[in-house]
């Protein structure tokens, strides 16, 4: 497939990015899934670029972790009747980092994108108001996904840094470490440990569909 007309790509998948930004409910990560879906679909034709494709795979990863997660825990929201406290878990807007340049930009620095993504989440967790108690079933939840992004974040740095000395190594050890360590205090309810890790998973749907923009442009 000409480089060109993989160029041409970017733009619905871009085009569908935008709207599912506002809102990354159930009807948004099926957009994204559809699109990326069928980006896959026609780079795997003939000769595949095995990079783009892999960079494809990655984003498909993100975005079925992110839409699995915000069901399981809009499930047990609504198993236990707080069906009226539902924002508390919603997703909502991930526009807390400057979104325009994600999809406007030629480049965009990922790596700086994640790492502020980090603070910007520790921001979003102390602006909001939580007012019922833990739970065994929101504290394994919580235990368990929050394993599972913190090895992701981790990749997502080595992979947009690349090979790190002990001083870029020990940085991103620094970021990612405080990040869970003020989430995982004791004096922060499980509700909202979970609802900050529902926005660091758009954050890294957000980065991942940023790093595919910018390999497709560049195809």
Known sequence: MPKSDRAKLADPFQAALAKAIPRMDDEAS????????TIRAILST?????????????????????????NEVKGFVVSKDYSEK?????????????LENVLTADHVSLFRLLMSGLSEGLAFLASRQYIYGSTAVLESLYRTHSATLYD????????????LDETAAREVQGGLDAFFTKLSAPG???DARVAALCQMYGILVLVRCADLLQRLRKA
Do not use: N, Q
């Not at 670029?49 to 975005?63: C, I, N, P």
């Not at 539902?86 to 400057?98: E, M, N, R, T, V």
């Not at 992701?152 to 090979?163: I, K, N």
């Open 152 to 163: 992701d974040l981790w990749t997502l740095a080595v992979e947009f840094r690349g090979p």
């Open 46 to 70: 003939g000769k595949p670029d095995r990079e783009l494709v892999d960079a494809v795979d990655r984003t498909l990863t993100a975005v079925g972790r992110l839409h699995s997660f915000a």
């Open 86 to 98: 539902a924002s508390l878990f919603d997703i909502g807007s991930i526009g807390i980092l400057a």
């Open 30 to 37: 099926f957009r994204l899934r559809s699109e990326l879906s």
């Open 188 to 190: 922060v309810p499980v």
